[in-house]
């Protein structure tokens, strides 16, 4: 199984950046996409970026440009640096991992969220 944290969240002007981390535990060898997701009050949660095993990253358009996404392998680690924040971008950020079961079934997790708030 696959255990995530994150970290980073807190409030922010407008402008202004933040870092989350997303740090993986467990059978990490397994995992084959990480996405950080958002969800903001009174709306669906909603994928901003992911990053495959291989390194292949997508971005939501909202955020192109803004926000990057990256790993430390070593440590097991995703990151999401975020820039030029917007009073939209406020939300709890989520972590999430797909990865295969040591039965090979395709399954996933998620952390227990980070909340940032940018201010306006």
């Known amino acids: 199984q696959v255990q995530l944290v994150e970290s980073g969240g807190g409030l922010v002007q407008t402008g202004g950046s933040l870092r989350l981390s997303c740090a993986a535990s467990?059978?990490?060898?397994?995992?084959?996409?990480i996405g950080w997701y958002r969800q903001a009050p009174g709306k669906q949660r909603e994928l901003v970026a992911a990053?495959?095993?291989?390194?292949?990253?997508t971005y939501a358009d909202s955020v192109k440009g803004r926000l990057t996404i990256s790993r430390d392998n070593a440590k097991n680690t995703v990151y999401l640096q975020m820039n030029s924040l917007k009073p939209e971008d406020t939300a709890v950020y989520y972590c999430?991992?797909?990865?295969?079961?040591?039965?090979?079934?395709?399954?996933?997790?998620w952390g227990q969220g980070t909340l940032v708030t940018v201010s306006s």
């Open positions: 990053i495959s095993s291989g390194g292949i990253t």
């Open positions: 467990g059978s990490t060898f397994s995992i084959n996409v």
């Open positions: 999430n991992a797909h990865f295969t079961t040591a039965s090979g079934a395709p399954a996933d997790t």
